[in-house]
């Protein structure tokens, strides 16, 4: 199919994009890599009377550290991502969660800023950046504002951005070294959308107990779900076989995933558990091997 009638402006400038922002809020809908959007507006899925096309607004892709921070424009391509050994130093759960992407054409124009604004509850960047306790930056034409995961993902599909506003970019705290990290999930084929996946870090003291612990499931409920209970289990514990177990089954405690044709809701309760398990036991041992 082919998508209902628009109009379409291609701003080159931040401040153009905003102004458009301010101007159609209402009725237009940012573009960024397309690869969420123009599926939707081809099954006529979404009907925006405008396309405001950020792709030649160049101040918005980079990928720079700034005081202890990674800061990740938003019309920053995964491929960039995947590719950045800057990304790959300072936050490698980053670099091995958007492997999982889709396939390699999807990642070749998809961009960060579209993942969390799309805010798709199975999609792997928001689950990652949940874990990494990022932040997201906005901009409309009124202003900036930051917000935390939490604020920012709302529910499936939805997050806490205006009609009005962008993401400019995304900050992740770099990666402490004594920090292991990892990403899991399960699709039925590999690019596609997780049935269920975990993100996970696992900082060590030098006495080898647990001195932080963050899980975030993908596929798990409306957002990313940051498993908080689970996580102060860990804190103090000694790593081992048993307490991650005991972990895993109290991070899935609560949850009710929708039965869809892919699997029951026990199915995915029972699959969140073991991407869990599996995280948690690849971030300890990376976090071992760091810390000697
Ligand atoms: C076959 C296929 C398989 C895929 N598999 C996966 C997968 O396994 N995992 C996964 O996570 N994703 C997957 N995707 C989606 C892909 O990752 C998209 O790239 C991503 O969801 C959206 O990024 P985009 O840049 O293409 O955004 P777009 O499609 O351009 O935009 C998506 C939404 O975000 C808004 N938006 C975009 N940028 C901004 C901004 N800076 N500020 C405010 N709003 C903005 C748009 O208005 C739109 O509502 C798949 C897509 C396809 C077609």
New binding site residues.
Partial sequence: MKPAQFEYDDPQTLDEALELLARHGDDC????????????MNFRL?R?GRLID?NGVAS?SHITSESGRLVIG??T??VELERSTEVARQSPLLTEAIG????S???S????????????P?????AALAALDATFH?RSKQGARVLGWKQFFVSEFT?A?APD????AVQVPDQDPSTGTAFVEY?RRH????LGGAAVTIKLGRDGRCENATIALLSAGPAPVRAEAAEKQLRGARIDESSIHAASVEAVKGLHPTTDLHGSTEYRVGLLQTMTERALTKAAERARSMTG
């Fill in positions: 809908k940012v573009l960024a890599g397309g690869q969420s959007l123009v599926p939707l979404a925006p950020i918005l938003a019309m391509r995964h999982w992407v889709g396939h054409q999807i990642r124009r998809g961009t960060i800023g579209g993942s969390v604004a799309h805010a798709d199975a999609a792997e960047l928001p906005m997050t951005l506003e962008l993401v400019t699709a690019g596609d959308f997780a």
